[in-house]
C-alpha cells in the first residue's frame, strides 16, 4: 500500500480528481495529515466517508518505528526501523530551534574516505514519503516541532533527486508541514548536473557542497566523485547556483588531522573561494571505524584564523553527538552488524 506522504499536494489533487472526487479534497486532507496530524484517515473531520473509505483503502498513514534512541546534552540519534532496513537521524537542540539531520538514501555508493555511511553500500533510495516520515516521526515521537531540515545524514541527496524534490514540495507547502524554504538544507558531494537543476528549480532551499580539501590530489584520495567533477567544475557550478539563485553556499570542510587542515591548505581554500558568495563551515571529525583522526584545537583554531584573515566567512561548527555515535552511519552500521 503505497504511503500518502509519497504525494505532493499536486499528484493528490490528480489522484483524486480521477478516482472522481473533488480537486480542494486533497487540501482537506493534506491539511488533516500535517496541521492536525491525524494518524488515521477516519478522524479527518470535514470529508466525506466515501473519501475515508477511498483513502483508508488505498494509502498507508504509518509513522516509522524508532528503533533506538542515544541522547546528549547537544543532540540526540534516533534508528528508525524502515521494515527492509534501518536509517539515522539526529535531532540537534540549538537556540534557534530544533534541527533535524534527515537521511536520503539506504547506504550510500559515494564512497568518501572518511565517512561511515558510505562503508554499506547503497541499497536504495529512500521514497518521498519516509523522508517525510522521519520528519513526523520524531516531531510526533518527542511531542516537538522541528524548526529546520538538514538533508545530510546516511545518503547523497542529488543521487535521489525526483524523490529530494517532491520532498521539498511537501515539507515547505503551505498546506503541508509548512517549513520555511530557508529553514530547509540541501547537501551535496558535488553532483555538479544536479547543482544546476537544482538551481533551476528557483527555490529558497539552502545549498551546501561537502569540499573537505583544496586541491584536486587530497580530494580525489578523500572523495571520489571528485575525479568524475574535480573541484573547478563544482567551483563552476557554485557560480552558476550563485548567479542563478543570489544565495549563498555553504562549503563544508571537515578537518582531518595532518590530511587537509594545514596553513597551506587554507591558504589553498581561501584563494579558490575568494569573491564567491560563500561561507566555509569548518566541522570537527566525528571518529568512527577510519583511521582518520580529528585535526587538533591548535590546528583547527590556525586554520580559521587563516581563512578569516584571507576576507572568507568562516564558522566552526558547535560539535554535537560526539558522544552518541554521531557520525553518519555509526548506529546503522552497529545494528547491522548485529544482525550478521
Wanted: proline share 1%; charged share 30%.
Amino acid at each position: 500500500m503505497r504511503s500518502i506522504f509519497d504525494l505532493t499536494l499536486e499528484k493528490l489533487e490528480e489522484e483524486l480528481v480521477n478516482n472522481g472526487f473533488k480537486k480542494f479534497n486533497a487540501t482537506q486532507v493534506f491539511e488533516g495529515i500535517y496541521k492536525q496530524k491525524h494518524t488515521s484517515f477516519l478522524d479527518i473531520t470535514n470529508i466525506s466517508k466515501e473519501l475515508k473509505k477511498y483513502l483508508t483503502e488505498n494509502y498507508s498513514l504509518e509513522y516509522l518505528k524508532v528503533e533506538e534512541k542515544l541522547t546528549s546534552d547537544t543532540a540526540d540519534k534516533y534508528l528508525l526501523n524502515l521494515n527492509d532496513s534501518f536509517v539515522e537521524v539526529v535531532l540537534m537542540k540549538q537556540s534557534y530551534g530544533n534541527s533535524l539531520c534527515i537521511s536520503s538514501q539506504v547506504g550510500c555508493n559515494m564512497n568518501c574516505a572518511f565517512c561511515e555511511s558510505g562503508r554499506l553500500k547503497k541499497q536504495r533510495d529512500l521514497t518521498t514519503g519516509e523522508m517525510i516520515n522521519e520528519v513526523l516521526t520524531i516531531e510526533q515521537y518527542e511531542n516537538i516541532r522541528i524548526d529546520n531540515v538538514v538533508i545530510m545524514g546516511i545518503g547523497e541527496p542529488f543521487d535521489n533527486f525526483n524523490n529530494i524534490k517532491d520532498f521539498l514540495n511537501i515539507i515547505t507547502c503551505n498546506k503541508g508541514i509548512d517549513l520555511g524554504s530557508r529553514r530547509v538544507t540541501v547537501s551535496t558531494c558535488g553532483l555538479v548536473p544536479k547543482i544546476k537543476e537544482f538551481a533551476d528549480l528557483n527555490t529558497q532551499v539552502n545549498l551546501a557542497i561537502s569540499l573537505h580539501a583544496a586541491d584536486d590530489e587530497t580530494r580525489n584520495k578523500l572523495m571520489p566523485i571528485n575525479k568524475a567533477y574535480p573541484i573547478s567544475e563544482v567551483l563552476k557550478a557554485i557560480d552558476y547556483y550563485t548567479k542563478k539563485t543570489n544565495r549563498r553556499v555553504t562549503i563544508e570542510y571537515i578537518l582531518l588531522d595532518k590530511i587537509n587542515d594545514s596553513k597551506e591548505d587554507a591558504i589553498k581554500l581561501a584563494n579558490l573561494l575568494k569573491g564567491k558568495l560563500v561561507y566555509v563551515n569548518l566541522i570537527p571529525y566525528n571518529s568512527n571505524s577510519t583511521d582518520f583522526k580529528r585535526s587538533s584545537k591548535e590546528r583547527i583554531e590556525a586554520f580559521f584564523d587563516t581563512l578569516t584573515k584571507n576576507g572568507i566567512n568562516t564558522q566552526k561548527r558547535r560539535e554535537m553527538g560526539k558522544n552518541i555515535k554521531g557520525a553518519c552511519g555509526q548506529l546503522r552500521a552497529a545494528k547491522e552488524k548485529q544482525g550478521e
